[in-house]
């Protein structure tokens, strides 16, 4: 995970459906992680971030592409899981 870059909600926006080995986003993370935070509301997570590139209604969970890892091939994600229409859990990931 790249942990460089301040978040730019505008910058985040502009990646989504980027090609994963153009993404840009997982530079944010580190900055992302002190502005999303448990309790917030989705809607405001999604003024945020926009829309996410995929949503597990069932789990209420919505995932975000980072692209790939700096120094790998892996693909790394942002999930945020809700509980009631409020933030419960975040949290980077790797596949």
């Known amino acids: ?4 870059t301040s978040f730019d909600s505008a910058a985040w926006k502009s990646q989504r459906g980027t090609n994963a080995q153009d993404n840009q986003r997982g530079a944010m993370v580190a900055s992302l992680e002190k502005t ?8 405001e997570v999604i003024a945020l971030l926009g829309e996410p590139d995929s949503t597990d209604a069932a ?4 995932v975000y592409e980072l692209g790939v890892a700096r120094f ?7 999930r ?16």
Do not use: C, N
């Open 1 to 4: 995970m790249q942990t460089t």
């Open 36 to 43: 999303v935070s448990a309790g917030m509301p989705r809607a």
């Open 59 to 62: 789990s209420s969970t919505d």
């Open 72 to 78: 790998g091939v892996d693909e790394e994600f942002y």
């Open 80 to 95: 945020i899981q809700y509980q009631d229409g409020k933030v419960a859990s975040h949290r980077w990931g790797r596949r």
